[in-house]
């Protein structure tokens, strides 16, 4: 499974692990096919909907970790 960072794309993200995208939607993030979140990284993203980026990663990684 693949350790993602803060600086990894949204389409790249959700194209390795589509499972993941509860966990977006769970912090607010339902734009995921809009534009904006194919140009987006998980930082930028994290910073526009008010969430810790480090926190949120480590939460991505354990879940993608634990729900292949």
Partial sequence: ?????????????LTQAPQAQ?????????????AMASGENIEQACMVHGVDADKFVEALN???????
């Avoid at 509860?22 to 809009?34: A, P, T, V």
């Fill in 1 to 13: 499974m693949p350790k993602f960072t803060r600086k990894d794309n949204l389409n790249d993200v």
């Fill in 22 to 34: 509860s966990l977006f939607m769970s912090i607010g993030m339902h734009c995921l096919g809009c």
């Fill in 62 to 68: 354990e879940f993608v970790a634990n729900n292949p």
